[in-house]
């Protein structure tokens, strides 16, 4: 049973524009998300969290939107450049902090 | 300060051995996860150990076990090797105290042939 899913495995945006990825999660005990990016080879590298208590947490070229409410979150980058390319995955931690629950990963692809 | 580092980057043994895997987290950190990835399940949780206890653990077999050491470096080890084992094993430290974001090794690739 997938609690944390990423329904689209692949997303292509051009330079310039606006990349938005989502994630739906089913387990309510979950108060605290992260997003990572990967590229291949490499270990993921922390992007971006946001708490349960927050709706909105912004970070430079990166956003990420939390409703509660429909389980759902998503990670908005503008402007989208083509270094960003790379899988992004979403992860979900319940109170206890301590284990990383993913999503399955979108591959993003940012066209020059 | 350093990242997480894991040993070593690569790995090929043959089903039926074992293997043990090392990482060595941020300087300060007292929790290390390990994760498993492969592309038809995505990255699963394998288990944590905090000051040398193993905090939580996935829904792996007994096969997978770790341990972690008093300056925090830990090991994972994998016996009976099966096929189905090839994967990249990534490594994760955060300080341990609350909730927050675990910082990454470059992971170890292992393949089982």
């Known amino acids: 049973d997938q609690q944390v899913k990423q329904n689209s495995p692949s997303l292509s945006v051009q330079e310039g524009r606006i990349s938005i990825l989502n994630c739906d999660y089913t387990n309510s005990m979950f108060d605290y998300f992260l997003w990572y990016k990967k590229y291949p080879a490499e270990g993921p590298t922390f992007l971006i969290s946001?708490?349960?208590?927050?709706d909105k947490n912004e970070d430079g070229r990166f956003t990420v939107f939390l409703n509660k409410s429909a389980k759902h979150l998503s990670l908005h980058i503008v402007p989208s450049q083509p270094g960003d390319s790379a899988v992004y995955f979403c992860a979900a931690v319940n109170n206890a902090g301590n284990m990383l629950t993913f999503g399955g990963g979108t591959r993003l692809m940012v066209k020059p | 300060k350093a990242g997480v580092t894991q040993t070593p980057r690569y790995l090929i043994k043959t089903r039926g051995q074992q293997v043990t895997l090392s990482c060595s987290p941020i300087?300060?950190?007292?929790?290390v996860s390990w994760y498993q990835q492969t592309p038809g399940q995505g990255l699963q949780f394998l288990f944590e150990y905090f000051s040398e206890t193993q905090r939580n653990k996935g829904n792996f077999p007994g096969r997978f076990s770790g341990r972690q050491f008093s300056n925090s470096r830990s090991e994972m080890n994998v016996s009976t090797l099966e096929l189905g084992d090839s994967a990249l094993y990534l490594c994760a430290s955060r300080d341990g105290a609350g909730i927050g974001e675990q910082f990454f090794g470059p992971g170890t690739r292992l393949t089982v042939l």
């Open positions: 300087s300060g950190h007292r929790s």
């Open positions: 946001i708490s349960s208590i927050k």
